[in-house]
């Protein structure tokens, strides 16, 4: 019984701090050879979320771990990674790392940027300057359109309508510019959850949805491929110890994880 209670809190301590940070904002291409860069983060959820040790910040060839800071609900962190050698700046970061050795540096034309904890990536963005072509070498961020979706659509992004950007702000566009924009279906239910013998994983997507289950060190246990429409998925987590392990789906631009408990 204290081992199920030991493991359910630590599903509850999952859900609360899982996907709910966001890379909202972008500062990459800043005109000439200037090289402030920055990013915004965005927290969505219902409630506070601290950065500690083990969340950090990469842009997929260097990294930078949080040492400590609260991020409000609805609030925003902006983190400096580089300034020019003049030394002006058009912010005032929450953050400031450019001198501090972690090697990030966000290229112009294409580049990653990933947020993660021990638990794995929370947001990742793999940006192209086509996205927002007013935002090259002109001065303007690019701004994420809907936060709570699309990281990687390019139709989610634009350039901010200031100069600068709008860092530790609301984005400029999110109200202003309207977009066409229909969510795509993308559901996904684990039942019971936590489970003894097996569980089934119901995936509704419009699209072809690509799921994986991990361990919580990231070892894929199980793969799957599945048709859009209604899908179920019979898991026994055969051969595998108690413990908490990660549903992963991917279809289209959208990306889905559900924690799912096994309790022996």
């Known amino acids: 019984m204290r081992r199920a209670v030991i493991l359910i809190t630590l599903l509850a301590i999952f859900v609360s701090i899982y996907a709910q940070i966001v890379v909202n904002e972008i500062m990459s291409n800043p005109p000439g050879t200037d090289e402030e860069e920055w990013v915004e983060l965005f927290n969505i959820s219902d409630s506070d979320v601290y950065l500690d040790s083990t969340w950090f910040i990469s842009d997929g060839e260097g990294d930078y771990y949080f040492e400590g800071i609260n991020i409000p609900s609805g609030g925003f962190l902006t ?8 030394g002006e700046v058009h912010i005032v970061p929450d ?14 034309a294409e580049d990653d940027v990933i947020i993660g904890n021990s638990f794995g990536i929370i ?10 072509p007013d935002a090259n070498n002109t001065g303007k961020s690019m701004e994420r359109i809907h936060s709570t979706v699309r990281p990687n659509d390019p139709d989610n992004w634009d350039a901010s309508i200031p100069d600068w950007g709008t860092p530790g702000e609301p984005n400029s ?10 969510p795509d279906k993308f559901v996904i239910s684990v039942t019971p959850n936590p489970f003894n013998s097996s569980c089934v994983i119901s995936v509704n997507s419009d699209y072809t949805t690509y799921g994986k289950m991990l361990a919580l060190d990231g070892k894929i246990l199980h793969n799957w491929t599945l048709p859009a429409g209604d899908n179920e998925i019979i898991w026994a987590g055969k051969d595998m110890p108690s413990g908490l392990y990660i549903f992963t789906a991917k279809a289209r631009h959208q990306q889905v994880s559900v924690p799912v408990l096994l309790i022996r």
């Not at 983190?79 to 003049?86: E, H, K, W």
């Not at 001198?99 to 966000?106: D, F, Q, T, W, Y």
């Not at 566009?173 to 229909?182: F, L």
């Open 173 to 182: 566009i999110t109200a202003i510019k309207e977009y066409p924009y229909i």
């Open 79 to 86: 983190i400096l990674f580089r300034v020019p050698d003049t």
């Open 123 to 132: 947001d990742s963005v793999t940006y192209q300057d086509s996205w927002a």
């Open 95 to 108: 953050i400031d790392i450019s001198e501090v050795s972690h090697g990030i540096r966000l290229a112009n």
